[in-house]
């Protein structure tokens, strides 16, 4: 599955990764891994991770973003990780590059790089990552499995969503083989500050149902201004605490953007197919767990009601 693309990294002296926007577990973790992955099995290269600036899961993953110039892709070779489509790239330079690759496990919304592996069967990005080193048979240190733990932890739930397989355990089994702590780990990701607790609860109070029981919140400017939060935070963060309610199987977030005057928005299932109605509004993702950006609240709850009619269908 991996030829081509341990073909491309043999190839390239300079290697830059990159991954989507606003990253989460799964993009950090994936795109760190690749990188100590590479460095490790390929010392002679010189690999870079560009994006964002440094989130907490950077820190856990063990590296901050690398501050490049744009002559560095001249010749170079550029891999995107868990990015299903341009526009959510966080830096579109690897247009400048010499070759790219995707890996990725979003569901397939159009070609970006000039060699592609998309698996969407794979819990997470990381998971796929880790799939890249066996098959290749790349040393995996302590720093790589650290990174990639991190993103396929996050990425199913904490093994808890439908995606992951037999396989998602046997990946996560050689990752612990290679010496990493998971209860540090577990406990940077999870230990939780009052203030973020606090808002929390806020949102566990203030969803509404619709009337075939989806769940949702709307959060309009004045309520990100009161908690000192952004349209991502409202919408990525605190989407699943509508999760596990009894009778939902459909939950959302929204979010008017202070920036760009758009309204966020996340989809979530337990088991219904809701990617579709993402589609529709010009978002994607996953089955069961994906987003878009709409231009206003009015299309926010037109798509609230198409959320509401497939929750009417499954009777």
């Excluded at 590059?97 to 592609?116: M, P």
């Excluded at 990100?224 to 989407?239: D, K, P, S, Y």
């Excluded at 699943?240 to 953007?257: K, P, Q, R, S, Y």
């Amino acid at each position: 599955m991996f030829e081509a693309v341990i073909a491309e990294i043999k190839k390239y002296d300079t290697i830059i990764i990159h991954r989507h926007r606003n990253a989460d577990g799964d993009a950090s973790g994936s795109q760190i891994g690749l990188m100590y992955l590479i460095s490790d099995n390929f010392p002679e290269k010189k690999v870079f991770v560009v994006g964002d600036p440094v989130t907490r899961y950077d820190s856990i993953a063990g590296k901050g973003m690398d501050m490049i110039e744009t002559s560095m892709y001249e010749g170079a070779l550029a891999i995107i990780v868990d990015t299903p489509s341009v526009h959510l790239l966080c830096d579109d330079r690897y247009r400048f590059a010499a070759r790219t690759v995707r890996i990725d496990h979003h569901l397939f919304s159009g070609k970006i790089a000039d060699v592609e592996v998309i698996q969407p069967s794979y819990e997470s990005c990381a998971g796929l990552i880790t799939e890249f080193a066996i098959e290749c048979g790349l040393t995996i240190s302590s720093k790589a499995a650290t990174a990639l733990f991190m993103g396929t932890v996050t990425d199913s739930g904490r093994f808890r969503y439908d995606s992951i397989s037999v396989g998602t355990f046997e990946r996560t089994a050689v990752l612990m083989k290679a010496g990493i702590d998971v209860n540090s780990i577990y406990q940077d990701l999870y230990t939780t500050d009052i203030g973020f607790m606090k808002l929390k609860a806020k949102f566990m109070q203030d969803f509404e149902l619709t009337e075939h029981k989806v769940a949702y919140y709307y959060v309009p400017l004045s309520g990100l201004e009161e908690m000192g939060i952004n349209a991502h935070t409202a919408t990525r963060a605190f989407v699943n605490v509508m999760a596990d309610l009894e009778g939902v199987h459909i939950w959302a977030a929204f979010a008017e953007n202070a920036l760009t005057g758009n309204v966020e928005c996340e989809i979530r299932s337990s088991d219904v197919v809701v990617c579709p109605v993402a589609v529709k509004y010009g978002g994607g993702g996953h089955d069961k767990a994906c987003g878009a950006t709409v231009a206003d609240k009015e299309t926010a709850m037109s798509m609230l009601h198409d959320l509401d009619q497939m929750a009417a269908d499954i009777g």
